[in-house]
Nanobody
């Protein structure tokens, strides 16, 4: 199994920036992809950005051009740099890892970190 711990959330004004971090531990050698999802009150959890072991990156249209996902393999950590933040970015942000073991796919989730964009 994989354990994920997010950090870096907080309160920021519109137009500001935050960087989220997600540190992975456990069976990290099985990880195929890592990513960020978010969930606002009353809304479905949605994909924000993903990055595969091979370096393929995907962003939600709503954050493209503003957010950047990256990783530090030596630290088993993935980051989400969030710039030009908008109030609609307010949500709990969750780190996700997709693992593949013997052809089976498993999802693991962190506990989430709150991001609030407000004046």
């Amino acid at each position: 199994q994989v354990q994920l711990v997010e950090s870096g959330g907080g309160l920021v004004q519109p137009g500001g920036s935050l960087r989220l971090s997600c540190a992975a531990s456990g069976s990290i050698f099985t990880i195929y992809a890592k990513g960020w999802y978010r969930q606002a009150p009353g809304k479905q959890r949605e994909l924000v950005a993903t990055i595969t072991t091979g370096g393929s990156i995907n962003y939600a249209d709503s954050v493209k051009g503003r957010f950047t996902i990256s990783r530090d393999n030596a630290k088993n950590t993935v980051y989400l740099q969030m710039n030009s933040l908008k109030p609609e970015d307010t949500a709990v942000y969750y780190c996700n890892s997709v693992t593949v073991v013997a052809g089976n796919v498993y999802d693991y989730w962190g506990q989430g970190t709150q991001v609030t964009v407000s004046s």
